[in-house]
Every structure is written in C-alpha cells, then in structure tokens.
C-alpha cells in the first residue's frame, strides 16, 4: 500500500522542516519544498531517508505560478496522488513602520505569502476534490497571531497578508467541504525559528516571551504537531477552523 503524500512548501528550516519530519514519522511520503537553500531540504530528506521514511526535496518558489505548476508535476510524478498540503512558505521583511514601507516590499509580502498560498492551494484543490475524480485530503494554512494582534511598529504589511490567509481559509474551507478536502489553519505565535533573522531581529522571541502568558517562546515542534493533528483523521470534523500555538497570547 502506498504512503500518503503530502507536501510542505518552505520546509528547509523552523516550522516547514518539523512538520516534514512529523509526517514522514507517521507514514507520509513528504514532498520538502525549498526556493534557495537546496542544502538545508536535503539534509531534512536525509534525515527522514534515514529513520525509514520516503521524501523529495523539490525547489519552486511559489510566488512564481511555474515554478508551482512544476512543484505539483513533480510530486505527481515521482510521488504518486496528493493528500496533503501544508502552505507553510512564507516571508516577513526587516521591521518598518507603515510610512516606510515601498511598494516593491508590499508586493513581495503579499505575492509570497497570500498569492503563494492559493497558487499551492489551488493545485491542491484539483488533485485532491472528488468532484475532479480526486480522493478528497486537507489542506492547512499557516497564519499567524499577527493577523489578530496587527504587527504595530514591525510587520503592518506581514499581518495584513495572514489576515489575508485567515478570510482564505474559511472561504475555501466552505468552497471544497462537499468535494472531500478540509481546510484548516494554524496561526503560531512567537516561535524560535530563524525567520525572525529576516526581520533584523534574531533574538526577538526573548526580547517579548515575557508579554506571552506562558512565559516563554514556542518551538516549531509544538507547531508541528498542531498541523499535523488537522491533517490527521482525528480532525475529521473540523474545516475552515484555527489552532492558535501562542502560549496564550
């Protein structure tokens, strides 16, 4: 019987490679796709080659439609049928308030993380609805508590584009739940990755954990294991909801 197949964009590093570790732990064939750092998704591939998994690290930036038409041909072909997407790619630019803000960061905010993820989304829903002959799947969104909290005197730009995968989620969530495919979303919360270097900030989760009632930053492990729960037939109920992985934030 073949492994279930899911794939995770930006899934070299942080969150995007616990969550391909977790899957492939628990029997998914993982599609780890990476836009630069080819070295980084190779040793996530080989480290789950190793424990006895199957992955392929497929690189495509998925603000780019071709390089997402090639993604998803890839895994058709060298993976087999779709069950899983996880829109976990995504970008924030140095901290900036809004009156600093050019539009060339405008658009590569919200091309990566909010057209990104219904280009991935979409080829998704045409593998995997049954209404065009799919077997049905889950697809979960990665949003963020700043789509709640606003990003004030940051990432204005960066929340305004997971509020955007917010209204995304329930929307298609509604669109596809009678042709098989759940939609889900998880907002994370201040979480020890390196993405908080992109913002010219590397050691930010401990400059605010103590504004987070659990007192301390998240690892992508517990972000992970979010994902994965809705992924998994225990959420089979449950679409167009959020798991918010914040401390309490």
């Known amino acids: 019987m073949s492994k279930q197949v899911i794939v995770i964009t930006g899934a070299s590093r942080g969150i995007g490679a616990a969550t391909a570790h977790l899957a492939a732990a628990r029997g998914y064939a993982v599609c780890v796709n990476y836009v ?3 070295s980084a998704a190779e040793q996530v591939v080989d480290a789950i080659r190793q424990a006895g998994g199957e992955a392929l690290a497929v690189a495509g930036d998925v603000a780019v439609e071709a390089d997402v038409l090639k993604l998803f041909q890839t895994v058709d072909a060298q993976l087999g049928k779709l069950a899983a997407l996880v829109n976990n790619a995504g970008i924030l ?6 009156e600093e803000m050019d539009v060339a960061r405008l658009q590569r905010v919200f ?4 057209v990104g993820s219904f280009l991935c989304a979409r ?3 045409r593998r995997m609805s049954t209404s065009l002959g799919g077997q049905g799947g889950a697809i979960v969104n990665l949003s963020s508590m700043a789509a709640k909290l606003g990003g004030p005197g940051e990432y204005v730009d960066y929340a305004a ?3 955007a995968i917010d209204a995304m989620t329930v929307g298609l969530a509604k669109e596809v739940a009678d042709q098989g495919i759940r939609v889900n979303a998880v907002r994370p919360g201040v979480i020890y990755t390196d993405i908080h270097a992109s913002g010219g900030e590397p050691g930010r989760v401990d400059r605010v954990k103590d504004t987070v009632p659990m007192q301390r930053g998240g690892s992508a492990e517990e972000v992970a294991r979010a994902i994965m729960w809705l992924v998994s037939d225990e959420a089979s109920y449950s679409t167009g909801t959020f798991i918010d ?3 309490g934030r």
């Open 161 to 163: 584009s997971k509020g």
């Open 111 to 114: 091309t990566t993380n909010i």
């Open 245 to 247: 992985v914040a401390g």
């Open 123 to 125: 080829e998704a829903v």
């Open 36 to 38: 630069h750092n080819r």
């Open 93 to 98: 630019e140095r901290q900036m308030r809004v």
